[in-house]
């Protein structure tokens, strides 16, 4: 007799809540956060073994760099009585390659209009999160932190927070790295010198371009983004302008169609700017 199989839900470490989306996740494997308010505790986790790099994150909270064979270890051992601190794995959105988010212990929750001041103690309680800051009188929102005794980290403090009937979100607060990945195999990308200036030339500086690169670490784009340019003509025979949907809606204000051709060609870069992905 075959089983029929029973699909389980997703763990409440595996995805985190941003702007009311919800992203999957993927757990790094050589890098963790620690939460530090003592120059001896940092100097002690420093001397751990698979301890490799400690950087400053931001105030308290510090990105230790490891390796996948020691991770688990060097997190145990800076859990342990002997050191005693907070620390939290990092985490990469899937399917955004080059992005990390690392964890700041503390978790930004918005309660509904029906949540008394007595139900919000409660659930802090319950999740046994400290109040930071509150912004706003009730309805409000407000800012915690997670204790030891959470038992949980953050991502999983904040999505079962966010099941709760009284609240309408809660998400970890992180900080985003971005590391430097992409760079195009175009052989002519290095003469697109409005996505990418390196060098001062003649007529040009370093910093007069848009930035791409630096954009593409972030994402690649998105075909359901739609970017408006409007200028005096477009060259809609473009390589780059054809496909479904590369086009949408185009108009001609001055003659009145739906094709607004060049007059002449004027070498300007907007539209094609526009039309890379």
């Given at each position: ?22 992203i ?8 963790f ?21 400690i ?32 620390a939290?794995?990092?985490y ?116 007069a ?20 340019v ?18 949408v ?19 300007m ?9």
């Amino acid at each position: 007799m075959v089983m029929p199989k029973v699909q389980q839900e997703p763990s409440h470490g595996s995805y985190v809540w941003r702007g009311g989306t919800k992203i999957d996740l993927s757990k790094e494997d050589d890098r963790f956060t620690v939460i530090v308010s003592k120059p001896e505790k940092l100097e002690k986790i420093a001397g751990l073994s698979g301890v490799h790099e400690i950087e400053p994150l931001g105030p308290n909270v510090y990105k230790v760099k490891t390796t996948c064979t020691e991770c688990d270890h060097a997190m145990a051992m800076i859990r342990s009585e002997n050191v005693n601190v907070v620390a939290h794995h990092a985490y990469s959105p899937q399917g955004m390659e080059g992005t990390i988010y690392y964890l700041t212990g503390e978790i930004a929750i918005q309660f509904k209009a029906e949540a008394t001041p007595g139900r919000v103690e409660q659930l802090l309680d319950k999740y046994k999160v400290n109040l930071v800051l509150t912004y706003g009188e009730m309805p409000f929102t407000c800012l915690v932190a997670v204790t030891a005794d959470s038992n949980e980290n953050p991502i999983k403090i904040a999505n079962r927070l966010a099941e709760e009937q009284e609240v309408t979100y809660a998400e970890p607060n992180m900080i985003n790295r971005f590391q430097l990945m992409y760079m195009p195999t175009d052989e002519w990308f290095p003469r697109q010198w409005h996505l990418h200036a390196t060098a001062d030339k003649p007529f040009l500086v370093k910093t007069a371009s848009v930035f791409a690169p630096e954009a593409w670490d972030v994402t690649k784009g998105d075909r359901r983004i739609v970017v408006a340019v409007i200028d005096d003509g477009f060259d809609l025979t473009h390589p780059d302008f054809q496909g479904p949907g590369k086009i949408v809606s185009p108009k001609d204000y001055v003659d009145g169609d739906l094709e607004p051709l060049p007059p002449v060609r004027t070498g300007m870069q907007s539209t094609a700017i526009g039309g890379k992905k």
